[in-house]
């Protein structure tokens, strides 16, 4: 009889904290290591925030869509709260950025038998350049490409764009670093040209992330919630951790 008793407590008890645990819902891209389905807790970046949520008592869901469609998808629902991760050239109208919480740096990647030399985004224009579609691209960079009529060749995502460059059919690409190291050493179709890219001596910049959550009051409140309690060194520590274990 004891046995039944601290059972049914232990079942009351187990159910009624899950039953408080909130939903918080976003959409996600294809940006391994950092967002991946095929990747355990779906890439470091979700798992250093799925840490980050549990603290706060949210359990974090997300969606993955292509970039261009994650902004419209994140609007259209109610139940979603924005779209991960974002800079602040991603932020659109009906989205706020949260607190910068993760930096990394954007770089071209060249061929080793092409190095591109620039000191300008001006020195580019005499070059044929990739960019993934709903990327964007550093506004003075913007500014040049759109003054010279420079067209970057688009890609769906970040190997296809780094095998047009193995292929000669574009001269460089843009990427965030890691993501470039994870492709030429995880991807069967990129792993043959890993001797052949190398990625430029000079930074684009580098990108500080957070999340780009809705306008309407109650996600704005829960990005001030987030705000006031993520950690970006803890956040960070999660995802060193996770690429470590990933690596091993």
């Known amino acids: 009889m004891k046995s039944i008793l601290v059972l049914a407590l232990t079942l009351f008890f187990g159910s009624s904290a899950l039953a408080k645990r909130k939903i918080i819902h976003f959409v996600t891209i294809e940006a391994p290591p950092?967002?991946?389905?095929s990747l355990p807790d779906q890439g470091a970046g979700i798992f250093a925030l799925k840490e980050i949520f549990k603290k706060m008592d949210y359990d974090l869901q997300v969606t993955f869509a292509p970039l261009p469609r994650s902004k419209a998808m994140a609007l259209a629902k109610n139940e979603i709260s924005g779209f991960l991760p974002s800079t602040e050239d991603d932020i659109?109208?009906?989205?706020?950025?949260?607190k910068i919480v993760f930096e990394t740096p954007w770089v071209i990647v060249e061929r080793k038998n092409h190095p591109i030399h620039w000191k300008t985004g001006k020195d580019l224009a005499k070059f044929k350049g990739g960019n993934v579609i709903g990327y964007s691209v550093r506004p003075d960079l913007k500014k040049i490409?759109?003054?010279?009529?420079?067209?970057?060749?688009t890609a769906p995502d970040d190997a296809h764009n780094l095998l047009k460059l193995a292929n000669k059919r574009i001269d460089y690409v843009f990427?965030?670093?890691?993501v470039f190291r994870y492709l030429v050493a995880s991807d069967e179709n990129l792993k043959k040209y890993a001797d052949q890219l190398q990625i430029n001596p000079k930074s684009v910049k580098t990108l500080g992330y957070g999340i780009a959550f809705k306008t309407d009051p109650q996600?704005?409140?829960l990005m001030q919630e987030f705000n006031n309690k993520v950690n970006p060194a803890e956040l960070t520590g999660y995802i060193e951790t996770y690429l470590k274990n990933l690596n091993h």
């Open 92 to 98: 659109e109208s009906g989205f706020a950025l949260s």
């Open 175 to 178: 990427i965030d670093a890691s």
């Open 219 to 221: 996600n704005q409140a």
């Open 145 to 153: 490409f759109d003054k010279e009529k420079i067209t970057l060749e």
């Open 34 to 37: 950092f967002m991946s389905e």
